[in-house]
C-alpha cells in the first residue's frame, strides 16, 4: 500500500518554464489536495478536488492549474515559472474531507532561478 | 479571514517531561481539530484528531479541546527526544469549503 505518491522529489526550474507535478493516491479517496508549505508561513492550500472531473481554487491558485480525471490521479501544473513559487509542495487525500485528517505525499521540493 | 494561531516557539522540554502544545482558532463554527507532527524535511503525519469538547488520549499523546474558549491543546507525556518535531494544529472550519487551515507550527525540541 503505497499510499500518496508524489513525483518529482527535488527539481530545479529556469523563470518562464513550465512543469507538472504528479500526485496518485492508492487508498481510493474521493478528496485531494494540493498544498505549498514556506518556511515560517505554513501550509496554504493550492488547488483541491472532492471527485474525479471535481476541481476548485484554494487559497493561493494563481500560477497553478489542476486536472483531475480519475480518482486516483491529482496532477499540479505550473505555468510560466516564477522565483515566488519557490517552495515545497504537498499532495494531499482523504476519504470524505470534512471530518477525516489528511494523508500526506513526501513533498516535492522546487526551485526556480 | 479564518485563522489558526500557535506559538512558533521553539519550545524547549528535558526529556521525560510533559510538552504543552497549543493552539487558538478564530471560527466558532469549527468541527474537527487535528495535531500533525512534522520532522524537517519530512511531510505531516496526522498524530491526534478531535471533534468533541474534553480530553481524548492516545498513548502519550492528549489532545485537549474548548470550544467556548476555541482552543485546542497536544500534551506529549514523557517526552522523547524523538518527539523533536514541529507541531501543526489544523482546523476544519465553515469558511473554509470544508477544507483544513493549518497553523504555521510550534517547534518543539526535547533535550536528552
Known amino acids: 500500500n503505497a499510499g500518496v505518491t508524489q513525483t518529482p522529489k527535488f527539481r530545479i526550474l529556469k523563470i518562464g518554464q513550465s512543469m507538472t507535478l504528479q500526485c496518485a493516491q492508492d487508498?481510493?479517496?474521493?478528496?485531494m489536495y494540493w498544498y505549498r508549505q514556506d518556511p515560517g508561513m505554513g501550509l496554504k492550500l493550492i488547488y483541491y478536488s472532492v471527485g474525479a472531473g471535481i476541481t476548485d481554487k484554494g487559497e493561493v491558485p494563481n500560477g497553478y492549474n489542476v486536472s483531475r480525471s480519475t480518482t486516483e490521479d491529482f496532477p499540479l501544473r505550473l505555468e510560466l515559472a516564477a522565483p515566488s513559487q519557490t517552495s515545497v509542495y504537498f499532495c494531499a487525500s482523504s476519504y470524505r474531507g470534512l471530518n477525516y485528517g489528511y494523508t500526506f505525499g513526501s513533498g516535492t521540493r522546487l526551485t526556480v532561478v | 479571514q479564518k485563522e489558526v494561531e500557535q506559538n512558533s516557539g521553539p519550545l524547549s522540554v528535558p526529556e521525560g517531561a510533559i510538552a504543552s502544545l497549543n493552539c487558538t482558532y478564530s471560527?466558532?463554527?469549527?468541527?474537527?481539530f487535528f495535531w500533525y507532527r512534522q520532522y524537517s524535511g519530512k511531510s505531516p503525519e496526522l498524530i491526534m484528531f478531535i471533534y468533541s469538547n474534553g480530553d481524548k488520549e492516545d498513548g502519550r499523546f492528549t489532545a485537549q479541546l474548548n470550544k467556548a474558549s476555541q482552543y485546542v491543546s497536544l500534551l506529549i507525556r514523557d517526552s522523547q527526544p524523538s518527539d523533536s518535531a514541529t507541531y501543526l494544529c489544523?482546523?476544519?472550519?465553515?469558511?473554509?469549503?470544508?477544507?483544513?487551515?493549518f497553523g504555521k507550527g510550534t517547534k518543539l525540541s526535547v533535550k536528552p
Open positions: 471560527d466558532r463554527g469549527s468541527q474537527s
Open positions: 489544523a482546523v476544519n472550519t465553515e469558511g473554509s469549503q470544508g477544507n483544513l487551515i
Open positions: 487508498m481510493n479517496h474521493n478528496y
